[in-house]
């Protein structure tokens, strides 16, 4: 029987004679695991706050409590959440192609989990903590009626760790990132609305080393009129359909 996602015969052969793959995955990846993406994470009582408001060091030095607890409420909701067939789609992929760059911008960590190795976490991982002053993570502190807990050893408040607007990302992962998308024969781009920087900018530099881009996204971006194939798919349907054509 057909697959009922057709795909390009020219796309199955970038993928099977790729020496290099590099692929950015946004909060669309997850949406199939039932994690609510970034712009709908507010959901319930959440509903009435902006993201890029609350993902803020300003938001948690003005108030603290707030920030520490919506991300506790987020990761409270990642119990029970468990890789989708595109996540384990991409772990496939890495274990054919000789050199494969995970890149996310998600903070969920369900591409390790889906069997990744080389995962660069761009913007943090929601289940570590670390101390707001020292930046040293905390893997356990004593239990506390305090919201946010404070660190151990200087007392400071403790924190999420996630990069929020107006930090930077960690420079060695976005280097190997922005290494990976300048030399990859074929670049994936899949469950992002490629609007937060620098992260988006990896399909720039994709496009700039004349790679093979593909946009997998239900929804256009600001990238999808340049892309080489753009697939207007979820991701778990489209990149399991993708394997099969490549690797049957
Ligand atoms: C920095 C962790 C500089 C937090 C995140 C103007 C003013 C102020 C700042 C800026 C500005 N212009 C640019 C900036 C910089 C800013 C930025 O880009 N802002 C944007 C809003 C314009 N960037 C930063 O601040 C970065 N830092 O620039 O520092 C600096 C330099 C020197 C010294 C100091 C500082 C830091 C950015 C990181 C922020 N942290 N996450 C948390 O998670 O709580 S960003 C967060 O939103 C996500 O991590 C992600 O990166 C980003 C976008 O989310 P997406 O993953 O794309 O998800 P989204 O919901 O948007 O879209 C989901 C997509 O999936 C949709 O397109 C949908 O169609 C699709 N989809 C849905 N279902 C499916 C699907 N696709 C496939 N299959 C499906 N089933």
């Not at 970034?38 to 300003?58: K, Q, Y």
């Not at 054919?96 to 995970?102: C, K, S, V």
């Not at 151990?152 to 420079?171: K, M, N, S, T, Y």
Request: hydrophobic share 40%; with cysteine; charged share 20%.
């Amino acid at each position: 029987m057909p697959d009922p996602v057709a795909i390009p015969p020219e796309l199955v052969e970038r993928l099977r004679s790729a020496k290099s793959v590099a692929v950015l995955t946004g909060a669309g990846i997850s949406a199939e695991s039932g994690v609510p993406t970034f712009r709908d994470a507010l959901t319930g009582h959440w509903a009435r706050f902006n993201p890029e408001e609350l993902a803020t060091p300003e938001a948690f030095r003005k108030n603290p409590r707030q920030v520490w607890s919506w991300y506790a409420d987020r990761r409270a909701s990642l119990e029970g959440v468990e890789p989708n067939p595109g996540h384990f789609a991409l772990a496939e992929i890495e274990s054919r192609i000789p050199r494969f760059t995970l890149a996310t911008q998600n903070v969920d960590g369900l591409h390790q989990r889906a069997g990744n190795r080389n995962v660069l976490e761009l913007h943090g991982n929601i289940t570590r903590t670390k101390c707001s002053t020292e930046g040293r993570i905390v893997p356990a502190w004593p239990v506390s009626d305090e919201i946010p807990p404070r660190c151990p050893h200087c007392r400071a408040f403790l924190r999420p760790d996630i990069v929020w607007f107006g930090e930077e990302l960690p420079w060695d992962k976005l280097a190997a990132a922005r290494d990976a998308a300048l030399g990859c024969d074929l670049f994936l781009a899949v469950g992002t609305s490629a609007v937060v920087l620098p992260a988006a900018g990896l399909v720039d530099e994709a496009l700039s080393a004349k790679a093979c881009v593909v946009e997998i996204n239900p929804n256009p971006t600001p990238y999808t009129g340049r892309v080489s194939f753009a697939f207007a798919q979820p991701s778990g349907v489209f990149l399991p359909a993708l394997v099969r054509a490549a690797f049957p």
